[in-house]
């Protein structure tokens, strides 16, 4: 489970902003109680703020770390592809990230500093005991192992100044490395795009479920059952109830060889198939999360949903937050973080599962915890959307007409 995550210089990230799933109350019954680690830890976080105020940034950013932790051996050849804080000096300072999880009962910590040029810090630390010890650490490419990890020493033939350490170690047969990194490389994200503006390719797309052969995963596979496609079938129902099943059959319109998904409705003439781009966007867009949904909850991993209430009926919204709430429907204790603007969530919400992104005069984003908004604990009797809306809380959009007025010529 995630503890939490800390990130600096991303975007319109500047200055260290941290985000934790560590309950403060931790009394409620969704706060999973850690002992070994001597916390209790969120199952949900959600993410407010206007537009433009950084929040998918902060997604973004923790779906970056765990995209590195893929791909930089294979496709950092000749440049990091991270993005900066545009503005001053700090496209030539490094970028800084740090998250701490809980695995099998057990601390660890991963710290990074790189820039485009290359990576300038990294390391892998655990809490065996509650002590930290060091796995890994590199200061550019002079690598330091813990004692007794001989097997990992391959790392140092492969490390260059722009692969991650991480990356290389993953592939060799230690667990105290491997576990972390499957854990990150478990993490999904939904409603991000890559840097070209395409939808980010899923892990466990939903219509792999329906698939009439066996069907294959991605980099982690988990294995769909039946019973994981009834699951499926009984959460497409709850935004269509006239839903009958799921056929999966070529596209026509695709110009390589694909497959679509067609939902099949019930209707006065029996079972009729509807070409899924027919469907409403709310239909399609509960389609689509299914898959890494019960992934997730399978897994017991982290799911990021950027703008989760984007063509989504605040209903539906509130029974995903409630898959995750739910300890019989997430007993592998599953997290999601989401960004919305759906105040009505905040009535399903505890005052610690809510974060509050503004951004400040110069462009930079402020993260903060509303459970300690302004340095002073916000009560649990507090109806949280009726105070969000009142402004109390900030992190509400400006909407000072003066400006569009006056360029109107309506005054002067």
């Known amino acids: 489970m995630l503890i939490r995550f800390e990130v600096s210089n991303f975007r319109s990230i500047r200055e260290s902003v941290e985000l934790s799933m560590v309950a403060v109350d931790a009394a409620r019954d969704e706060a999973q109680r850690i002992e070994n680690v001597g916390l ?65 009962g057990i601390r660890f910590e991963y710290v990074l500093e ?38 990992l020493s391959g790392t140092r033939e492969l490390l260059t100044g722009r692969t991650l350490a991480l990356s290389i170690a993953r592939r060799f047969d230690e667990p105290l490395v491997s576990d972390f990194a499957t854990d990150l490389l478990q993490v999904q994200t939904l409603g991000l795009r890559d840097p070209a503006g395409r939808p980010q390719l899923l892990r466990h797309p939903t219509i792999s479920l329906f698939e009439e ?24 129902r709850m935004a269509d109830l006239g839903i009958d099943d799921v056929l999966v059959v070529d596209d026509p319109r695709s110009r390589r060889p694909g497959r679509q998904a067609q939902l099949t409705h019930r209707s006065a003439q029996g079972s009729v198939p509807l070409d899924f781009q027919a469907e409403s966007a709310g239909t ?62 905040l009535n399903q919400l505890n005052r610690d599962e809510v974060w509050l992104t503004e951004k400040s005069g110069d462009g930079a984003t402020r993260l903060g915890a509303l459970a ?6 916000v009560r649990t009797s507090v109806n949280l959307e009726k ?19 006056r360029a109107l010529g309506l005054i002067a």
Not at 78 to 97: L, V
Not at 223 to 229: E, M
Not at 324 to 345: C, E, G, K, M, V
Not at 387 to 405: S, V
Request: net charge negative.
């Open 114 to 151: 790189l820039s485009q040029e290359g990576v300038s810090y990294e390391g892998l630390f655990h809490y065996p005991e509650k002590k930290r010890r060091r796995i890994f650490e590199r200061d550019t490419t002079e690598l330091k192992l813990q004692r007794g990890l001989g097997n």
């Open 284 to 345: 399609r867009t509960w389609f689509r999360l299914i898959g890494p949904v019960l992934a997730a909850l399978k897994e017991g991993s982290l799911l990021l949903f950027d703008e989760l209430d984007a063509s989504l009926h605040p209903t539906l919204s509130q029974q995903l937050i409630g898959l995750f709430q739910d300890p019989l429907t997430n007993p592998r204790h599953a997290q999601l973080i989401f960004t919305t603007h759906d105040t009505s969530l």
């Open 40 to 104: 209790s830890l969120l199952h949900v976080t959600a993410i407010y703020g206007p537009n433009a105020s950084g929040k998918s940034n902060i997604v973004a950013a923790m779906a970056w770390l765990c995209d590195a932790v893929r791909t930089s051996l294979r496709s950092w050849d000749d440049s990091i592809p991270i993005e900066p804080f545009a503005f001053g000096d700090w496209r030539h300072r490094p970028s800084e990230f740090t998250i701490e999880s809980v695995i099998d």
């Open 213 to 236: 052969t066996e069907p294959v995963l991605f980099e982690l596979d988990t294995g769909f059952t039946l019973a994981d496609r009834a699951q499926a079938l009984a959460l497409l």
């Open 387 to 405: 105070a969000y809306l009142h402004g109390r809380f900030g992190a509400l959009p400006d909407t000072d007409r003066t400006e569009l007025l």
């Open 372 to 377: 300690e908004f302004a340095g002073e604990r």
